[in-house]
Every structure is written in structure tokens, then in C-alpha cells.
């Protein structure tokens, strides 16, 4: 890879982290504040998974970081592993969460008293959520084919 590319590369990734991050730390104290306040475990559920996003994000900032320098004497073929181990830390960590959060859907379950009954602004937050999302998506895809990985 040149040297050139592997700036450019350097900077999406940094700047595409950098802005996810942001987006998922706003996302998740909407979701989880909507959640609580409109009575809506699924809300408080995807905000936890948007703070877990905040923590892949920082994840794929360090790793990208690295993944990009060039090569050298301990590692003449570049250091593209650390996106593998990202990846690999990454899957464990939201298996981790998805079950936490099954843990619970499950002990809501078997606790009907505990049940909430979710408002209708709930809804309003979690489309807002979904079209921030998406957009994101957009975003990240445009920019990643300007530099042609």
C-alpha cells in the first residue's frame, strides 16, 4: 500500500470512528432517557447496544490506527492484523452484551409485574434513532468508496 493511501485510509477511519462515536454516545443517552422516561425496555435495550457501538467505535479508531502504519522489520507485511483482533474482540464483546441483555428480557419475562407499557413518544425516539443510523451507514459507505478500499 502506499504512502498516500495509507493517510487517506488513516484519516476515514479516524474521522468516520470519530463521528460515529459521537453519533452513538448523543443516540445512546436519547435512548436510554426516552426509554426511562416513556416506559420502553426495548428503547433502554437499544441504548445500551449504542453505548456498546460507542465502545466499537473507539475499538475500530485504535485498531484502524495501527492496522494503517507501514511496514517495518518486525512486520514487513504491515500490521493489517490488529484489524482481525479488533474484529475478533468486537464479535466477543457484543456476544457479551447480547446476552445481558437477553438475561434480562428473560427475568422481565418471567416478572409480569414488572412490565412497562410503553408511550408513544418512545416510538418518535426510535425512529429518529433508525434514521440517524442509516444515515451513518450512508455516510461511511460514500466515503469508503471515494478512497476505493
Known amino acids: 500500500m502506499d504512502e498516500q493511501l495509507r493517510k487517506d485510509r488513516a484519516a476515514a477511519i479516524s ?23 416513556w416506559h420502553s425496555q426495548a428503547l433502554v435495550a437499544d441504548g445500551i447496544h449504542s453505548l456498546s457501538d460507542l465502545l466499537s467505535d473507539a475499538l475500530v479508531w485504535y485498531a484502524g490506527r495501527q492496522a494503517t502504519q507501514a511496514p517495518d522489520q518486525e ?15 468486537l464479535g466477543v464483546f457484543l456476544l457479551l452484551v447480547a446476552i445481558c441483555i437477553a438475561w434480562d ?14 408511550q408513544p413518544p418512545a416510538l418518535v425516539a ?24
Request: hydrophobic share 50%; charged share 15%; net charge positive.
Open 15 to 37: 474521522i468516520t470512528s470519530i463521528v460515529g462515536g459521537v453519533i452513538n454516545l448523543v443516540l445512546s443517552l436519547l435512548k436510554v432517557g426516552a426509554g426511562m422516561i
Open 75 to 89: 512486520h514487513p507485511y504491515g500490521h493489517g492484523r490488529y484489524e482481525t483482533l479488533a474484529t475478533l474482540v
Open 105 to 118: 428480557a428473560a427475568d422481565r419475562l418471567f416478572a409480569p409485574e414488572q412490565f412497562l407499557h410503553p
Open 126 to 149: 426510535a425512529l429518529l434513532s433508525i434514521f440517524v443510523k442509516e444515515w451513518l451507514y450512508w455516510c461511511g459507505r460514500r466515503r469508503k468508496a471515494a478512497l476505493s478500499w
